[in-house]
């Protein structure tokens, strides 16, 4: 379990400090045993993993990841928490960030057989991303916005989902799409893998 900076932690002699007064710097970890978190609750028999990520490209974390965790080593715990972080992924997708179940208001039962159809209809999206990353076109779907980034920002449930605007958009537009093609026929070559990348999106959905 997460916890926040603010929170105390305690030793066997009762002596009692915040998370934030560890000193774990950037790109550092520790793993303390056998602690007691809170010092109004005081509950004890678990284990505090503090790991601070390193910089990527320039950047980092601003704070470290302060795990409250039963398991008995750091790496573990570390590998643990990182894979939960694709299912708090999906739920973001199914509450906010595809579907907006957050602000569906409905009744208990109706809940019920929503998060069923969401279900089914995540899990074809992902499916269709997924064949979408095999044929090549991702670059199509989702393209890199900082320079020199190499791998797509979405996931293969994200393209799933809107491929189709993709593809949409450009029948919707093709009239006006083919008279800027023929005012630039020294990037024929550049429309034509376009058009290639839209015929191997659409034959996958």
């Known amino acids: 379990m997460r916890q926040k900076k603010g ?3 305690g030793d066997d002699d009762a002596v009692y400090r915040a998370l934030k007064n560890l000193e774990i710097k950037p790109e550092k970890s520790r793993f303390y045993a056998n602690i007691y978190c809170t010092k109004a609750h005081q509950l004890g028999g678990f284990n505090l993993a503090a790991y601070w990520k390193r910089k990527y490209r320039g950047r980092a974390p601003k704070e470290p990841w302060y795990i409250l965790t039963s398991l008995n080593s750091l790496p573990r715990t570390l590998s643990i928490y990182a894979a ?14 595809g579907y907006n179940l957050e602000n569906t208001n409905v009744n208990e039962r109706r809940l019920m057989a929503l998060v069923l ?18 044929r090549t076109v991702v ?23 809107h491929a189709p605007d993709w ?17 630039k026929p020294h990037k024929r070559l550049n429309f034509k893998q376009g058009l290639h990348a839209l015929s191997l999106i659409e034959s996958a959905l």
């Open 117 to 134: 159809l969401i279900s089914i209809a995540y899990t074809l999206a992902t499916l269709q991303g997924a064949s979408l990353q095999h």
């Open 139 to 161: 670059e199509y779907i989702c393209r890199p916005t900082e320079t020199g980034r190499l791998t797509e920002r979405y996931s293969t449930f994200w393209m799933g989902l």
């Open 84 to 97: 939960r972080w694709g299912i708090e992924t999906m739920f973001r997708d199914l509450k906010t960030g």
């Open 167 to 183: 593809g949409q958009s450009f029948h919707n537009w093709s009239d006006l799409a083919w008279n800027l093609m023929n005012l």
């Open 7 to 9: 929170t105390c932690i």
